[in-house]
């Protein structure tokens, strides 16, 4: 039996200006570009097995395959996945067999590193290891710009992924210049994200549908507009290492994301009580002279940005929060890559 076996490994990210709502649903193209850094240690480590054989027997047998799809297979962590986060999978792996030109099915075991139960979100990782161990297997070798743009179609957030450290993802005008590029190493500038877990509860509304509530959010257009002048202050501020800028940046960004999310139609409310104890203690810590700002995601659990000096410091307090259930610690992270 002819079969093609990769693995690879991707990064969790943390956008510090955020991507909200789609121009084009399907193809994912953001309404505004975005900047991320990409957080090592919270990982997804996937393999694709491509098998030819498996499928012409199943044809031969009069099963009812077709398209190649319904004979994928998906573990995660151990268990088999079925319903629409297979077939979202499935739906991806059809991608990349069109640009393979092949037809094989595709056996995917994959596994997140992130303790289990954090409401962290997984889509960015699993979606840049999925499009670098499938492509691969596949013997696509493709252009990082190329592997960047098929990450994204599995999840927009993903492709952000690809890269290594800091990332940009340009709106671009259309798929294909719609993608992510380094903007600094990690080693840049040690920065770190104090994850502070307030729920681990699946989130009622997910990414995917919030994106295609936002433009019922009368805000969200000046969100949109003001997209270029965030960007060029946040990419500014990285690469000047200026932790007052980025601090000023990101938190007014994250608000604004939020108060589009909140204002949609239905509203969509991520925020819980501790997580808006933790803004206000983040802040007064930061007046206190403490190197620290908030990001907030679709939940309600609280990201810290700080230098990396600080990091246990930061951990401690937040920790000591009521409500904080766990506090991960992230630095930066590399680009996604292969396992031999
Ligand atoms: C709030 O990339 O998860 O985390 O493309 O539908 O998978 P899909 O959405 P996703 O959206 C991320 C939204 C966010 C902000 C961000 O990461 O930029």
């Known amino acids: ?65 077709k398209e190649g799809n319904e004979e994928d297979s998906l573990i995660i962590n151990g268990l088999p996945v079925r319903g629409t986060a297979f077939q979202r999978v499935s739906d991806f792996l059809d991608l990349v067999r069109n640009m393979a030109g092949m037809e094989w099915r595709a056996e995917v075991v994959s596994e997140n590193n992130f303790p289990a139960g954090t409401g962290i979100a997984s889509s960015a990782s699993a979606f840049a290891a999925l499009a670098l161990a499938a492509s691969i297997a596949a013997g696509l070798d493709l252009e990082p710009a190329a592997l960047s743009r ?61 994106h295609s509530m936002a433009d019922t959010s009368p805000l969200q257009a000046g969100r949109v507009a003001d997209a270029p002048r965030r960007l060029d202050l946040c990419r500014r501020a990285l690469l000047e290492r200026d932790f007052d800028a980025l601090a000023g940046i990101v938190e007014l960004d994250s608000n604004l994301m939020h108060s589009v999310m909140m204002t949609s139609m239905p509203p969509l409310f991520y925020w819980q009580e501790p997580t808006l104890t933790l803004m206000r203690l983040v802040r007064e810590w930061r007046f206190g002279g403490l190197p620290v700002c908030y990001s907030i995601d679709a939940g309600p659990n609280v990201h810290v940005i700080t230098e990396g000096a600080a990091a246990g410091r930061v951990a401690d307090l937040l920790g000591a929060v009521p409500g904080v259930q766990k506090v991960l610690v992230a630095l930066g992270g590399g680009q996604a890559r292969l396992v031999k």
């Open 1 to 65: 039996m002819s079969e093609q076996s990769t693995t690879a490994v991707a990064c969790a990210n943390i956008a510090l200006i955020k991507y909200w709502g789609n121009r084009d649903d399907t193809l994912r193209l953001p309404a505004n570009g975005s900047i991320s850094m990409n957080l090592e240690g919270l990982f997804t480590r996937t393999t694709v097995t491509w098998r030819e054989e498996e499928l012409a027997l199943s044809a031969a047998k009069g099963g009812a395959w």
């Open 150 to 210: 098929l990450a994204r179609r599995g999840s927009g957030s993903a492709c952000r992924s690809i890269p290594g450290g800091f990332v940009e993802w340009q709106a671009g005008i259309g798929d294909e210049d719609s993608f992510a590029t380094s903007i600094a190493s990690p080693e840049h500038w040690e920065l770190a994200d104090c994850i502070a877990v307030v729920s681990a509860k699946q989130k009622p509304t997910g990414s995917t549908e919030g």
